[in-house]
């Protein structure tokens, strides 16, 4: 199956600072990639749908001014999350998709905000 | 919209028995099914998927599923199960978008 890499798999940050995520696929080119959110002991939320050269889709009540999503390259998706608050402490996790409709799952970022 | 029910929030297995996971989904249109498994703290890894063909569908480390339509169910299988497989379960539909289901803690004891 692909290969998804993220950066950093874990991140402290202090209240109101920004954390960027990065998102690698590197097994092909993807053109459209996927952030979620899972809090401890939950599924996975679908936050938006990150196209690459496009504007990114946000799921209804996701604010795109919150989580900012840039996929500038067919390899690479960021998530930004702009001052960040301890509500945002969340894993983070990122995938692509094949061209057979299976979307392959990034290790995960563990966001803790103090 | 589409939506997948995990009835079971833990099942517990005795290691070298057989295991199964329940799932059952709702979508319009032909279903696309997937199983995945999270080990903790880790993204989730594939295991299998149902999209055409034989409704038994094999993937990775022995695991099988069973695709009824008359049922809608995706049930999770497999023969014996291993301590290491104890670990979070997941099942997935796609309609516009990859849904999953709120998970399934398996517990294999030895």
């Known amino acids: 199956g692909a290969v998804v890499s993220q950066h950093p798999s874990w991140v402290i940050c202090k209240s109101g600072t920004s954390v960027k995520i990065e998102c690698r696929s590197l097994d092909f080119q993807a053109t459209t990639m996927f952030w979620y959110r899972q809090f401890p002991k939950q599924s996975l939320m679908l936050m938006a749908t990150?196209?690459?050269?496009?504007?990114?889709?946000?799921e209804q009540g996701v604010e795109k001014d919150k989580f900012l999503i840039n996929h500038a390259s067919l390899t690479l998706s960021t998530l930004t999350v702009t001052s960040a608050h301890p509500e945002d402490s969340s894993f983070y996790i990122c995938s692509d998709t094949d061209r057979g409709e299976t979307q392959y799952f990034g290790p995960g970022t563990r966001l803790l905000v103090l | 919209a589409q939506s997948v029910a995990q009835p079971e929030d833990q099942v517990n297995v005795a290691e070298g028995n057989p295991l199964t996971v329940k799932c059952t989904y709702s979508v319009s249109g032909n279903p696309y099914l997937f199983w995945y498994v999270q080990y903790p703290n880790r993204g989730l890894q594939f295991l299998l998927k149902?999209?055409?063909?034989?409704?038994l569908v094999k993937g990775s480390y022995g695991f099988e599923a069973e695709f009824n339509k008359s049922q809608t169910s995706f049930h999770l299988k497999k023969p014996s199960a291993l301590v290491s497989d104890s670990a979070l379960y997941f099942c997935?539909?796609?309609?516009?978008?990859?849904?999953f289901g709120a998970g399934t803690i398996l517990r294999v004891k030895s």
């Open positions: 997935a539909v796609r309609g516009n978008k990859l849904v």
């Open positions: 990150s196209n690459e050269g496009s504007k990114a889709t946000y």
């Open positions: 149902y999209i055409t063909g034989d409704n």
